[in-house]
């Protein structure tokens, strides 16, 4: 498989209980990007790395989200303390060098928090 | 203010018929203008991707317009099947901060019905 992979594909959780999503991107790919989508909305940026290097944040995230992409390749992001609010799909998304900037998404992991 | 604006928020049609999906959009410096599907519960995939000097394109039954004077594109869905139901999303981009940032709409949820 070439594309974006994402897990796990869905997560129930307790609020107040910590989780973690992992993003691999398409190998040849040095941009990674995560967002979130609430039910009837389009996606909303929380991050974007450039190879290791993680080059903006979005205000929506909070200090209670991290993202890592170590050595440049696969990416997480861990929600801690999770609230009712925090329930939606995130979405991976990775591209190539290239100016145009196409993004290829993942299937996304959806977040149920109780 | 970047934002992205699509109407109808929701169309339902008739197998084989034709539809106009509508999307305007406020972004500065302007890059391009993207088109992208969204199945239920799927991550988007990119239908069509143009710049300030292209005024269409076409990806099979999918024609895509844009007037960058009055800063408004168009999805034109052909001869409509089943599997075209799905949310259409409209993704205006900018460069900013040394890379391409996008702004997603909120989408439109295209039921084709038999």
């Known amino acids: 498989d070439t594309g974006v992979s994402q897990d796990p594909r869905h997560k129930i959780t307790k609020r107040g209980q910590n989780v973690t999503f992992r993003c691999d991107p398409i190998?040849?790919?040095?941009?990674l990007y995560w967002y979130r989508q609430t039910l009837g909305q389009g996606p909303e940026f929380l991050t974007y790395?450039?190879?290791?290097?993680?080059?903006?944040k979005s205000r929506l995230l909070s200090d209670r989200f991290s993202a890592e992409r170590p050595k440049g390749s696969f990416s997480t992001l861990e929600i801690q303390r999770t609230e009712q609010g925090d329930s939606a799909m995130y979405l991976c998304?990775?591209?190539?060098?290239?100016?145009?900037?196409?993004?290829?998404f993942g299937a996304g992991s959806r977040l149920t928090v109780l | 203010k970047n934002q992205v604006e699509q109407s109808p928020q929701s169309l339902i049609i008739l197998e084989g018929k034709n539809c106009t999906l509508q999307?305007?959009?406020?972004?500065?410096?302007?890059?391009?203008l993207r088109w992208y599907k969204q199945d239920t519960g799927r991550g988007p995939v990119s239908l069509t991707i143009?710049?300030?000097?292209?005024n269409t394109k076409s990806n099979g039954r999918y024609t895509a317009t844009l007037d960058a004077d009055t800063k408004q594109s168009s999805l034109h869905i052909t001869a409509s099947q089943l599997s075209d139901s799905a949310s259409y999303i409209c993704?205006?981009?900018?460069?900013?901060?040394?890379?391409?940032?996008?702004?997603f709409g909120a989408g439109t949820r295209l039921a084709v019905h038999p």
């Open positions: 190998s040849e790919h040095n941009r």
């Open positions: 143009m710049t300030f000097s292209e």
């Open positions: 993704v205006a981009s900018f460069f900013s901060g040394g890379y391409n940032k996008l702004i």
């Open positions: 998304a990775s591209a190539d060098r290239s100016g145009a900037n196409v993004l290829t």
């Open positions: 999307c305007n959009y406020t972004v500065s410096p302007f890059s391009n």
């Open positions: 790395f450039q190879n290791e290097a993680q080059l903006e």
